[in-house]
């Protein structure tokens, strides 16, 4: 079972830039994902990479954030780049599909004036 942790959430104005990082226990999925839910809305995709690095995204953040993700280190990226209002979620990783059973915290992304 592999543990995620992820971070990097924070405040920020919009047209700012975050970069999320998502930790794994151990090797982390073939195709690893981003994943967004907003209070009062379903979990949604945003982001997957392969573990080849072909990169897929979600119509509402195309062209503003790139994933990545470094296989020696377990460790995947999101960096997000002019933010908006409706960008503001709780932010988290997982495979794609989602293992049930790794769904971590989540770090919160606000986007606010």
């Known amino acids: 079972q592999v543990q995620l942790v992820e971070s990097g959430g924070g405040l920020v104005q919009p047209g700012g830039s975050l970069r999320l990082s998502c930790a794994a226990s151990?090797?982390?999925?073939?195709?690893m994902g981003w994943y967004r839910q907003a209070p009062g809305k379903s979990r949604e995709l945003v982001a997957e990479?392969?573990?080849?690095?072909?990169?897929n995204y979600a119509d509402s953040v195309k062209g503003r954030v790139t994933i990545s993700r470094d296989n020696a280190k377990n460790t995947v990226y999101l960096q997000m780049n002019s933010l908006k209002f409706e960008d503001t979620s709780v932010y988290f990783c997982?495979?794609?599909?989602?293992?049930?059973?790794?769904w971590g915290q989540g770090t919160q992304v606000t986007v606010s004036s």
């Open positions: 997982n495979g794609v599909p989602a293992s049930r059973s790794s």
């Open positions: 151990g090797r982390i999925f073939s195709t």
């Open positions: 990479i392969t573990r080849g690095g072909t990169t």
